[in-house]
């Protein structure tokens, strides 16, 4: 694939779709809008005319959750929520990246998240990643063979670094209970903070992302810098990020192989070692695979979405007959994407 087709890849194919109600459709499109209009039009300080003011994460007015740093010479925004029932010191903290071309803003609304964070008492934020050009869409700078970004590209790991100290010193986390959560691009890039950055997370859950893209390499992918627990959700007819991989694609099995062998968590008990996909590139009949006995007493799980494509999914999908399923699924799980995550991370604090 050429670099104009790999640009066209990304701008029209590695952007998440979601699956919800009608209602929440609505929600979606309100925040799109929001999202184009912060893209096209942001002129902080425009007044008069007609023109809506929008705040450094795309919204109208002013929001106390919305929030700057100063990072790698230029202005990154976040949102941060943070519960009533938040207990400093040892309370978590989730931050959510979203994908290609979308904002923090978007994440927020696609994943509930905040429901959640209000029932749980944990923390979450959702951090923005810059603008590319030329495509002119939001990217995380992450594990590709090439960037949009030129030769100056962002140093993404040290603002989402620096963001988690900024947060660790204003609100108090338990060190131990920090959590990346990702989605497509946004789940790359939560797998290069992990890799990175592995004494500030604890664990990370990516959804319909892989370790590499569009012409990467596993043998340019550094060895982690410590154990860090992984949950991944990928779907098995996934055209965007392909499940089985293509040239240039890390497929599902070299992940799960990088996380669980001696450049990262250095696995010892694996609850079967079948393949994911065969010889051929087609998808087997394995649901989940997860591996323990890994250093830092991690944990390394995968869970198959059967039939399920480059979406981020917010219906139950323990439901046989239903796209998409995984059999494993259960109220002991959770049986939706972020209900999935979240229990993941519970049971996976750092020691």
Known sequence: MNRELRRYAKIFLYRPRYRASRIGSFVRAAALLVSFLWLTVFCGGCVGGGVTMLNACGETGTDPECHTLASGGTTRAYLLHVPSNFQPGTGALVLILHGLGQTGLEMEQISGANAMADQEGFAVAYPYALIAQPANLAEWNN?????????????????????????????????????????SDGALMSYRFGIERSDQVAAIGAVIGTLYGFGGNL?????????????????????????????????????????????????????????????????????????????????????????????????????????PYNPDFNSTTGVTEMDILLTFFATHPKL
């Open 219 to 323: 043998q340019g992918i550094p060895a982690a810098a410590g154990p860090v627990s992984v949950l991944t959700l990928a779907g098995d007819q996934d055209t965007v990020v392909p499940y089985c991989g293509v040239a240039g694609w890390a497929s599902q099995d070299q992940t799960f192989d990088y996380w669980t062998g001696p450049s990262a968590n250095k696995c010892s008990t694996f609850d079967t070692t079948a393949p994911l996909c065969d010889a051929q590139g087609n998808v087997t009949a394995v649901f989940e695979k997860d591996a323990t006995g890994c250093s830092g007493n991690s944990e390394v799980r995968f869970y198959r979405l059967e039939g399920g494509t480059h979406a981020w999914y917010t219906n139950p999908m323990n439901v046989s007959g239903q796209i």
């Open 143 to 183: 594990y590709f063979d090439e960037t949009d970004f030129g030769n100056n590209p962002p140093d993404d790991v040290g603002f989402l670094s620096q963001l988690v100290s900024t947060l660790e010193t204003k609100i108090h986390p338990d060190p131990k209970k920090i959590f990346f959560a990702g989605v």
